[in-house]
């Protein structure tokens, strides 16, 4: 169990850095010349729709129930974990490319989009500093050590948003200096995804903290977006 445990944690790294890859140079490739946008976009938005379904459907509470039926208990992360990585790697290498270009950024304007991303970046690692990367991967729950969780964080950045890994996310995808129409289609096809997907997240986090997570959402009203949503 241990082997398929620490293969799921590389699995999650390389998946994101793969990811960040191809948003940054891969989506660059253009379309081939006899190539049609309508179904470039259509392929893309089937690609992202399976990623997602199991990024949220088989992280709800009933469904984590279902699998470990099917696997020891102990796996049903490590599981997760290696689906949706290799998912994410497919959705990423074969996300077709769309024509057209939205903005190109030049010189210290392009720049200053990186700098943004960069902050997106930052804001993720501020949010995520109570999370525990092992048991998030799926490798904690093989070793057997004790993880690092803990109460309902309502600080630092969870006081501007309810989700503010997912805003780092919107950030970095909606603020590259070159936004063609590939790049464009990845960010409004994810945004969307975690929109809808939040509603479902929080519907799990009121079960597990109940009205300690009640109150922080009457105290923190934005979830995603301030002043938006």
Known sequence: MAAVAAGGGIAFAF???YGAWCYVRGFDRAASADASNVGAILVNVALFTGFALHHSLFARLGLKAWITRAV????ERST???????????VCAWWMPVEGVLWRAEGALAAAFRGVQLAGVAFTLLAARRLDVLDLAGMRQVIGASGASGPLDTSGPYRVVRHPIYLAWVVMVWSAPFMN???????????????????LEERDLRRGFGAAYADYARRVR????????
């Open 72 to 75: 020891p208990p102990a796996l």
């Open 222 to 229: 934005w979830r995603l977006i301030p002043f938006v949503y």
């Open 15 to 17: 998946a994101l850095a």
């Open 181 to 199: 129409g590939t790049r464009l289609v990845f960010a409004v096809i994810s945004t969307i995804y975690l929109v809808a997907a939040i509603p």
């Open 80 to 90: 997760y974990v290696w689906v949706a990585s290799l998912l994410f790697v497919a």
